[in-house]
């Protein structure tokens, strides 16, 4: 079936770069998504990517698709303390219905 | 332009009490989602609508959970009785019909305590 994993936590430095790594298992995978979500908030969508695209890139965010391998990542540059989120990784199939897979989400610790 | 729009923001209830939760999408959005996110989960599909009609309830617990979207715009999330699991955040969302749009739009959230 479809599942989405993410490691559970990142901690990096202001002004470092942050990965946050998505491994997925639907292969009919048409779009990919990164939502963040702040501390008693609601998802907000970040930047998603379409599955015949290997790149994107929007301002500070980098989304990188390995589609061979089924993993997804996201590189924040210049990570701020405002980053500190968590990011959930989301796949879309390619049934008519539209619906999203989550992963389970990775907190990201942003260190002054 | 307005977001998708949820009340109440919180709600804590006992168990075996009824909770309702609203929904209000972005306008002319055709498709409606109900997700559940559990504290430290990624959330989870309950219900999706396109239009007034049901996509999707197979996630849904039938049992104690109901949702209508009779006009096709607004939604009404219901859970009677409610269970200690049920704490959760229900999360609304809306997106242009599959084909016409690819960005689904989330709003803030209800967060349901049961005590």
């Known amino acids: 079936g479809e599942d989405v994993e993410q490691s559970l936590f990142l901690s990096v430095r202001e002004g470092d770069s942050s990965v946050i790594n998505c491994t997925y298992t639907d292969s009919s995978s048409t779009y990919l998504y990164w939502y963040k979500q702040e501390p008693g908030a609601g998802l907000q969508l970040l930047t998603y990517?379409?599955?015949?695209?290997d790149m994107k890139q929007d301002q500070r965010l980098t989304v990188l698709l390995n589609k061979k391998d089924k993993h997804l990542s996201l590189r924040i540059a210049d990570t701020q303390t405002g980053d500190s989120a968590i990011y959930f990784c989301?796949?879309?199939?390619?049934?008519?219905?539209?619906?999203?897979?989550f992963g389970q989400g990775t907190t990201l610790q942003v260190k002054p | 332009e307005a977001g998708v729009a949820q009340s109440p923001r919180y709600k804590i209830i006992e168990k075996r009490q009824s909770v309702a939760f609203w929904c209000n999408p972005i306008s002319g959005h055709a498709t409606l989602y109900w997700y559940q996110q559990i504290l430290g989960q990624g959330p989870k599909l309950l219900i999706q609508f396109q239009n007034n009609g049901v996509v999707d309830d197979s996630q849904l617990p039938k049992d104690r959970f109901s949702a209508e979207r009779l006009k096709g715009v607004d939604s009404t999330l219901k859970i009677q009785p409610a269970k200690l699991e049920d704490s959760a955040v229900y999360l609304c969302?809306?997106?242009?019909?599959?084909?016409?749009?690819?960005?689904?739009?989330f709003g803030e959230g209800s967060w349901l305590t049961v005590v």
């Open positions: 990517i379409f599955s015949n695209m």
């Open positions: 989301a796949e879309k199939g390619s049934s008519n219905t539209g619906k999203l897979i």
């Open positions: 969302a809306s997106s242009l019909e599959p084909g016409r749009g690819n960005t689904i739009y």
